[in-house]
């Protein structure tokens, strides 16, 4: 999609970060009581060589194979707890705000402030997570009463790629002049949708909700507009990062905690498969823009693996660039699913000088890729 009149800009971003933080060194150290309580229990089948016994999970590794340092969540207690290894949370009523809508609207205030907007000025609220917290009705709809919206809400879920799929439909929406102000929201409670019990990914994710606000250059009033040069997105089916989590499972009579209904992955597959992919959709979508790689100031990408984004832009500029040309959140966050170059964004973003450009840019399950073109005002 090529820039056009009428001109539409981010005029706002907000974050939720959870109150608190597991530390590679205390996550390896409830996955290895874990797995000695698992491997004592089941001691004779493990020597009758019925049973593989659980290795230890290692901080080194986890630092060396990804860049992730620590991940914050929503509950801790749970999750560090090694009789269990999961979080706890406290089911509410029908008449209360869901845990999802509550950190969304969270997010969304503080993205609503920047912009120097209300709850009413928003006519449409997009919901946009790799997980929902419920089939209906949509948590978009329960953010858009919180907010005091207006217009419509809908949930939509691309995986990692969920909040630049969404940026686009709200681009649209308010060029076409279907809507005026957008409110796109990413709550990702990935904690209880992560199996904390498999070394292979147990350090992988943690919880955020992002918010950013779209509406027309002419109704945005915020100090820090950035105008939406162009939007691309693309998908191309793979099972390499999967979630069989779903409603016929009752049907099935699957066990739920069967491994395949939480995240599982072949990453070193996605990380072979979609750096090339990534690096040649931004190139492209650049391209369509009559841009270059190496004129963007900036790159907000997925936060999934440090040595994956240092690949993606090497194959972009050629060279090896630091955190100035792509700056990294997820020593500090973890992989956030479609939060994550929100969150670059969000921090990374206030050194720029009117007229610097830079690309917004998710991949993830689906595979599905996201960017986002964007310039200071
Ligand atoms: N501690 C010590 N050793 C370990 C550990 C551990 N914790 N884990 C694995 N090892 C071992 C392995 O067993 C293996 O041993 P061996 O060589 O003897 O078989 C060795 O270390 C190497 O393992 P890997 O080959 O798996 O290690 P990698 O170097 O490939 O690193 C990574 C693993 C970090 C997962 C890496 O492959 C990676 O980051 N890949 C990219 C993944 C990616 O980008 N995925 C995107 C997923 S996110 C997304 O799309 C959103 C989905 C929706 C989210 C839902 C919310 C939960």
């Given at each position: 999609?090529?820039?056009?009149?009428?001109?539409?800009?981010?005029?706002?971003?907000?974050?939720?970060?959870?109150?608190h933080v597991i530390t590679n060194a205390e996550l390896v150290e409830a996955f290895n009581?874990?797995?000695?309580?698992?491997?004592?229990?089941?001691?004779?089948?493990?020597?009758a060589g019925e049973r593989t016994a659980l290795t230890h999970s290692s901080v080194e590794f986890i630092e060396k194979a990804s860049g992730i340092k620590q991940r914050y969540v929503i509950d801790k207690a749970g999750v560090l707890d090694p009789?269990?290894?999961?979080?706890r949370f406290t089911p509410r009523g029908d008449d209360q705000i869901s845990l999802?809508?509550?950190?969304?609207?969270d997010a969304a205030r503080k993205a609503l402030e920047q912009a120097g907007k209300t709850g009413a000025d928003i006519d449409a609220v997009l919901c946009s997570s790799a997980n929902m917290q419920r089939a209906y009705p949509a948590m978009a709809v329960e953010i858009q009463q919180a907010l005091g919206a207006g217009g419509y809400g809908f949930d939509m879920n691309v995986a990692c790629s969920s909040a630049t799929f969404a940026l686009e439909q709200a681009v649209n929406a308010v060029r076409s002049g279907a809507s005026k102000c957008v409110l796109v929201v990413n709550p990702e409670i990935t904690s209880a949708h992560?199996?904390?019990?498999?070394?292979?990914?147990h350090f992988i994710f943690g919880d955020v909700c992002t918010a950013v606000i779209i509406e027309r250059a002419e109704t945005a009033t915020g100090a820090d507009q950035w105008e939406i040069l162009g939007t691309q997105l693309a998908t191309q089916f793979s099972s390499n990062i999967r979630n069989n989590f779903g409603f016929m499972n009752r049907a099935e009579d699957r066990d739920p905690s069967d491994r395949d209904l939480t995240f599982y992955q072949e990453g070193r597959k996605v990380f072979k498969e979609v750096v090339p992919m990534a690096a040649a959709h931004i190139e492209a979508h650049l391209g369509k823009l009559g841009l270059a790689p190496a004129q963007m100031r900036r790159y907000w990408?997925?936060?999934?693996?440090?040595?994956?984004?240092q690949l993606v832009i090497k194959?972009?500029?050629?060279a090896d660039a630091g955190s100035d040309v792509a700056p990294l959140i997820l020593d500090e966050y973890a992989n956030t699913a479609s939060a994550g170059s929100i969150i670059a964004f969000h921090q990374h973003r206030a050194d720029l000088a009117a007229g610097d450009t830079g690309v917004i840019c998710s991949f993830g399950a689906g595979y599905s890729i996201g960017s986002v073109v964007v310039k200071k005002r």
């Open positions: 999609m090529q820039a056009s009149f009428p001109a539409v800009v981010i005029s706002g971003t907000g974050l939720y970060r959870p109150p009581a874990y797995a000695d309580l698992q491997n004592a229990e089941h001691a004779e089948a493990i020597a009789t269990r290894m999961y979080p999802m809508a509550e950190i969304a609207a992560l199996e904390w019990r498999d070394r292979d990914c990408l997925h936060q999934a693996n440090q040595g994956m984004n194959k972009l500029v050629g």
